[in-house]
């Protein structure tokens, strides 16, 4: 018996996928740009910081790093709430790839920052900024330059990542897919069409950042 | 309802991390298999070749890890037959660790110079010979850190088998759960068994890239 592929039911439930495909993209934007001012504030203190500071921080950078992001999700939803700690499934699933996010992207930051000459700050310095001043403009900003092609890529592995938050019934695309095939019993379709616009997130994405970076570092292109 | 006291919990636990051990092995040496082929592919002189591997690897890169599970699950049912949970497992990790593999090492053989290629050509080498005795032998020792480092993002991603049922630490993770009503204690458990399982390897592909000091030697 040959199998008879049928995209009928597309037209029925377009917008579940439209819905699902909305909340992975909120959860891509939300957990991107938290994610990686996170990643940013761990590794100013991973470089810069406090001793005590540096410890706590390169602690939840391997934990994160080295324990699959299914189980952090898991650890959040279902572990949090016994030290009285709840919520919902999306604030589950935000948080969750913020904290993921915010180790990796420490790690890329960290290593454009160790990048920059120390005569940077000097001359910041002389040229009469504060210290934070000089960290902005002069060795963040060139920084990120130098990796946003790292953490681009990264944004976009958490985005494929986040088809896991399903798991804990936040009503992402990959919860979609679940429910047309339990409604339609075509999982295949469902799954092969999900796949698709997953793909199509993917490629838009990696070109909006990279007009984002375009926009953010115009003039330095030839860093 | 039984008592479980932490021991039962780790005992089982443990007894399930075995699993995630045998399909970390199973799919990171035959997503190696089937990079190497996929290599010769794309640095060939066949455009085909080429052309095929770099959508592979988009195609591979570019979707969830979850969705290619589901589509070798659902998918190898479409011909009738009955997949059990580990082969569908097993070949969406491997085809998934190759198309990374695949990119990582690619990456290694672009990074010899030219000139290496010009000199053992000049000194009339064929193609398998520059590639044997010039290429890989450089190529190899830059790729072992990365190779190292990747092995890692491949045990994490038996996790999520967990999701199409196979049985491995997550799987038992949530069973256990289930039976304990401890998911603090449970998830926090399962967590560490998976850092012991990724940070040695995470510590030595970063000790070897020291050692190695493979990205300053060449210039």
Same mark, same amino acid.
């Given at each position: 018996?040959?199998?008879?592929?049928?995209?009928?039911?597309?037209?029925?439930?377009?917008?579940?996928?439209?819905?699902? $495909? &909305?909340?992975?993209?909120?959860l891509?934007?939300v957990g991107?740009?938290?994610g990686?001012?996170?990643?940013?504030?761990?590794?100013?203190?991973?470089?810069?910081?406090?001793?005590?500071?540096?410890?706590?921080?390169?602690?939840?950078?391997?934990?994160?790093?080295?324990?699959?992001?299914?189980?952090?999700?898991?650890?959040?939803?279902?572990?949090?709430? &016994?030290?009285?700690?709840?919520?919902?499934?999306?604030?589950?699933a935000n948080l969750a790839m913020v904290v993921n996010l915010?180790?990796?992207?420490?790690?890329?930051?960290?290593?454009?920052?160790?990048?920059?000459?120390?005569?940077?700050?000097?001359?910041?310095?002389?040229?009469?900024?504060?210290?934070?001043?000089?960290?902005?403009?002069?060795?963040?900003?060139?920084?990120?330059?130098?990796?946003?092609?790292?953490?681009?890529?990264?944004?976009?592995?958490v985005?494929?990542?986040s088809?896991?938050v399903?798991?804990?019934?936040?009503?992402?695309?990959?919860?979609?897919?679940?429910?047309?095939?339990?409604?339609?019993?075509? &999982?295949?379709?469902?799954?092969?069409? &999900? $796949?698709?616009?997953?793909?199509?997130?993917?490629?838009?994405?990696?070109?909006?950042?990279?007009?984002?970076?375009?926009?953010?570092?115009?003039?330095?292109?030839?860093? | 309802?039984?008592?479980?006291?932490?021991?039962?919990?780790?005992?089982?636990?443990? *007894?399930?991390?075995?699993?995630?051990?045998?399909?970390?092995?199973?799919?990171?040496?035959?997503?190696?298999?089937?990079?190497?082929?996929?290599?010769?592919?794309?640095?060939?002189?066949?455009?085909?070749?080429?052309?095929? @591997?770099?959508?592979?690897?988009? *195609?591979?890169?570019?979707?969830?890890?979850?969705?290619?599970?589901?589509?070798?699950?659902?998918?190898?049912? *479409?011909?009738? @037959?009955?997949?059990?949970?580990?082969?569908?497992?097993?070949?969406?990790?491997?085809?998934?660790?190759?198309?990374? *593999?695949? !990119?990582?090492?690619?990456?290694?053989?672009?990074?010899? @110079?030219?000139?290496?290629? !010009?000199?053992?050509?000049?000194?009339?080498?064929?193609?398998?010979?520059?590639?044997?005795?010039?290429?890989?032998?450089?190529?190899?020792?830059?790729?072992?850190?990365?190779?190292?480092?990747?092995?890692?993002?491949?045990? =994490?991603?038996?996790?999520?088998?967990?999701?199409?049922?196979?049985?491995?630490?997550?799987?038992?993770?949530?069973?256990?759960?289930?039976?304990?009503?401890?998911?603090?204690?449970?998830?926090?458990?399962?967590?560490?068994?998976?850092?012991?399982?990724?940070?040695?390897?995470? =510590?030595?592909?970063?000790?070897? !890239?020291? =050692?190695?000091?493979?990205?300053?030697?060449?210039?």
């Amino acid at each position: 018996m040959v199998y008879a592929f049928d995209y009928d039911w597309i037209a029925q439930y377009w917008p579940v996928l439209l819905k699902g $495909t &909305a909340i992975t993209v909120e959860l891509t934007l939300v957990g991107g740009v938290l994610g990686v001012a996170l990643g940013v504030a761990c590794a100013w203190a991973r470089a810069y910081g406090p001793t005590w500071l540096q410890g706590i921080v390169a602690a939840y950078v391997e934990l994160i790093r080295n324990t699959p992001f299914l189980i952090q999700l898991f650890f959040i939803f279902f572990g949090l709430p &016994a030290l009285g700690v709840r919520m919902g499934e999306l604030e589950a699933a935000n948080l969750a790839m913020v904290v993921n996010l915010g180790a990796y992207s420490c790690e890329i930051v960290r290593a454009g920052l160790q990048a920059t000459p120390r005569g940077q700050f000097e001359a910041g310095a002389s040229l009469g900024m504060s210290r934070l001043q000089t960290f902005w403009y002069v060795v963040l900003i060139p920084s990120l330059q130098r990796i946003w092609p790292a953490l681009s890529s990264q944004i976009v592995i958490v985005m494929l990542g986040s088809a896991a938050v399903s798991q804990i019934a936040a009503e992402d695309l990959t919860f979609a897919a679940n429910f047309i095939q339990s409604r339609s019993f075509r &999982a295949f379709e469902s799954y092969f069409v &999900a $796949t698709l616009i997953y793909l199509l997130l993917a490629i838009l994405l990696r070109q909006l950042l990279r007009g984002i970076g375009w926009t953010l570092f115009p003039k330095r292109a030839a860093l | 309802m039984n008592d479980f006291t932490t021991w039962d919990i780790v005992r089982n636990l443990l *007894l399930a991390a075995r699993w995630t051990i045998v399909l970390s092995l199973v799919s990171f040496m035959g997503g190696g298999i089937v990079a190497g082929i996929l290599l010769f592919l794309r640095i060939g002189s066949s455009r085909a070749g080429r052309i095929f @591997v770099q959508g592979y690897v988009e *195609l591979f890169q570019g979707t969830p890890l979850l969705m290619q599970l589901f589509l070798a699950f659902f998918g190898l049912g *479409l011909f009738g @037959v009955n997949v059990p949970a580990w082969l569908a497992a097993g070949l969406a990790l491997i085809l998934w660790s190759a198309a990374f *593999l695949t !990119e990582i090492w690619r990456g290694c053989v672009e990074s010899i @110079v030219r000139g290496q290629w !010009e000199a053992s050509s000049s000194l009339g080498m064929g193609y398998v010979q520059q590639m044997r005795h010039v290429i890989l032998p450089q190529a190899l020792r830059i790729a072992v850190p990365p190779t190292v480092g990747f092995s890692v993002q491949v045990v =994490k991603g038996t996790a999520l088998t967990s999701i199409i049922g196979f049985v491995e630490l997550s799987k038992a993770g949530t069973i256990v759960t289930n039976a304990t009503f401890q998911p603090f204690t449970v998830y926090g458990l399962v967590a560490l068994i998976y850092f012991c399982l990724c940070w040695p390897l995470s =510590k030595s592909s970063q000790i070897l !890239e020291r =050692k190695l000091n493979v990205a300053h030697r060449n210039h």
